[in-house]
């Protein structure tokens, strides 16, 4: 549905209290999903998971400042951005806008609902006459946010073509902490990453993650749940996923940071991203009328 009714929206797919309907960045409709576990915030434009909070807790996504004055063709930074079909810079083209284009077009709504288990929107992206000449592929991209007793995300690829087509991809989370000092990630333990960062140290982890340099590491045939532990807010958060076999940890420290106007100096303080992902030897190779789906689950618990 490509209007911008918010009143249209409200009438068709909303309901008072549940599922709610007004004007977000880039000024496109933002859908707000709310019950008693919790709260989530999603931007129609690039399928953007916003906010999430649960009953009781600060928020757990960190998202910048600059997200009020976004415009159509830029780039969100912060809550969960949807990287595809390529995740990362484009493997031959420069000019092509980084982590793809999906997190810049305005997805369709397709359904909205809600029983006393969860909450959930249901969006929609596919080929036409502009993605076809960034990305020569007929596709069908189906995404699911659910809200009950964590966040569900869930996006499912389909190759409409007839040719088989190869795809990166991401789901970007970046999670708010306290003190990024202060931060363990758990679960990685003993597995071979790729540092994609300048110091380019690929290794295996020994023992907890910590962050106390630029962090850009793509960890390889992960398949597991992984923790943050974050003391400052007393909480545990538990990154679940499926379809997946890279995991994506990244900070941009105090040098990056600055160089990137999309985000205030001290900000990299206070995330930590833990991305679901299918990137490097993980890239999806999909038959005609094949799908695939990748899915990220965040669990957020007080200490």
């Known amino acids: 549905m490509p209007t911008n009714d918010i009143a249209v929206l409200n009438k068709t797919y909303g309901s008072p209290g549940r599922i709610v309907f007004r004007e977000g960045p880039a000024g496109q409709p933002l859908v ?7 709260t989530c915030d999603i931007a129609l434009y690039g399928a953007h998971v916003l906010a999430y909070g649960p009953a009781g807790q600060s928020p757990v996504l960190w998202l910048s400042q600059s997200t009020g004055t976004i415009m159509a063709g830029q780039a969100i930074r912060g809550g969960i951005p949807v990287c595809w079909p390529w995740f990362g810079a484009h ?15 305005r997805w369709r709504l ?11 929107v249901r969006l929609q992206l596919t080929h036409d006459a502009t993605t076809q000449t960034i990305w020569p592929h007929a596709f069908k991209l189906e ?32 999670l708010r902490v306290q003190d990024i000092g202060a931060i363990r990630v758990l679960g990685l333990e003993n597995t071979a990453y790729h540092d994609v960062s300048p110091a ?3 290794g295996r982890q020994h023992g907890a993650i910590t962050i106390t340099e630029e962090t850009d590491r793509i960890y390889q045939k992960t398949t597991g749940d992984v923790t943050l532990i974050d003391p400052g807010n007393n909480r545990r958060i538990v990154v679940g996923k499926r379809g997946s076999q890279s995991t994506v940890v990244w900070n941009p420290w105090i ?19 833990i991305e679901t992902a299918n990137a490097e030897s ?8 094949a799908e695939h789906t990748i899915t990220t689950t965040i669990q957020s618990t007080t200490t």
């Open 91 to 105: 493997p031959s083209d420069p000019k092509q806008p980084g982590h793809g284009f999906a997190r810049l077009r």
């Open 143 to 174: 995404m699911s946010i659910t809200l009950g007793d964590a966040l569900a995300v869930e996006l499912t690829t389909t190759n409409k073509g007839d040719t088989p087509f190869s795809f990166s991809q991401a789901l970007h989370t970046y």
């Open 200 to 202: 380019a140290r690929d």
């Open 282 to 289: 993980d890239t999806v190779v999909l038959e005609p009328g």
């Open 110 to 120: 397709r359904s909205t609902s809600y029983d006393s288990r969860q909450t959930s």
């Open 255 to 273: 040098e990056k940071a600055r160089r990137l106007a999309d985000m205030a100096h001290d900000d990299y303080q206070h995330f930590i991203c």
């Open 32 to 38: 707000s999903l709310a019950d008693s576990r919790g």
